[in-house]
């Protein structure tokens, strides 16, 4: 497939997420379509064709620019529905204790902007989500993940990353990482209208002590480290 055809299909792809209230999805569709046309478009050499595929680039553009701006407008907004303070050493805060509630059938796409993502114990934290997300939300397409990059061992990363996005695209649910090295703020977006902000993010847990006890794989049994968590509710994302 030429370059144009996979940009075309890429950007076919979006408008079809776009329209359907897929806005995440869309987001980075669009995103990667337009790489790829601008990619093509520098090496065409009829003017005429230029101009026209430049046009076409700009409004494509002009579409990501503006769910950029609905995402980000939704990310600042909203008002705060639950708090929960947990305190050193408690216990009874699994993800499905603290959040289940909130990913329904209605969350379609699911943001996390998560800064650390190196260890094994935080890979097993964002798998324990991923099922959660996967149990719960009956109708999850796309998942988008925020992260620092592993400057100590970005090749296992990428490799740890692989295996994920394999295991979701098998369940038809698309994978799209983006690596910010700037990243501090922890949250999660789902697409019914919950912003799940927590201030240690997903890894809040400490280790099971010793390893072989009650908690080892039931994290409601599990001490925790102090945090806050703060549920916000938005208008649905596909407004």
Not at 3 to 25: H, P
Not at 107 to 112: F, H, K, R, S, W
Request: with cysteine; proline share 1%; hydrophobic share 35%.
């Amino acid at each position: 497939m030429t370059a144009a055809l996979q940009a075309k299909e890429l950007l076919i792809r979006a408008v079809e997420c776009d329209q359907s209230g897929r806005i995440l999805e869309a987001q980075t569709l669009y995103q990667d379509g337009i790489a790829q046309l601008m990619s093509f478009v520098s090496s065409e050499p009829d003017e005429q064709k230029r101009k026209g595929f430049l046009t076409r680039i700009k409004e494509y553009m002009d579409r990501a620019d503006a769910i950029k701006a609905r995402v980000n407008g939704k990310l600042m907004l909203g008002e705060v529905v639950t708090h929960i303070s947990i305190e050193e050493n408690d216990t009874g805060y699994d993800y499905v204790q603290i959040f289940g509630k909130y990913m329904t059938n209605q969350t379609v796409e699911i943001l996390l902007e998560e800064p650390y993502m190196t260890q094994n114990y935080q890979y097993q934290n964002l798998i324990r989500f991923l099922e959660l997300a996967v149990t719960n939300c009956a109708h999850f397409k796309y998942f988008r993940l925020v992260t620092k990059k592993d400057t100590n061992n970005h090749e296992q990363q990428k490799t740890n990353m692989g295996q994920i996005k394999a295991d979701l695209e098998r369940r038809h649910i698309a994978f799209y990482i983006k690596y910010e090295d700037s990243l501090h703020d922890r949250k999660i977006f789902l697409s019914n209208g919950y912003i799940i902000k927590i201030g240690r993010g997903l890894h809040f847990y400490k280790a099971s002590n010793p390893m072989y006890s009650i908690g080892l794989t039931n994290y409601k049994y599990r001490k925790c480290l102090q945090t806050d968590v703060d549920i916000w509710r938005t208008s649905s994302t596909a407004n």
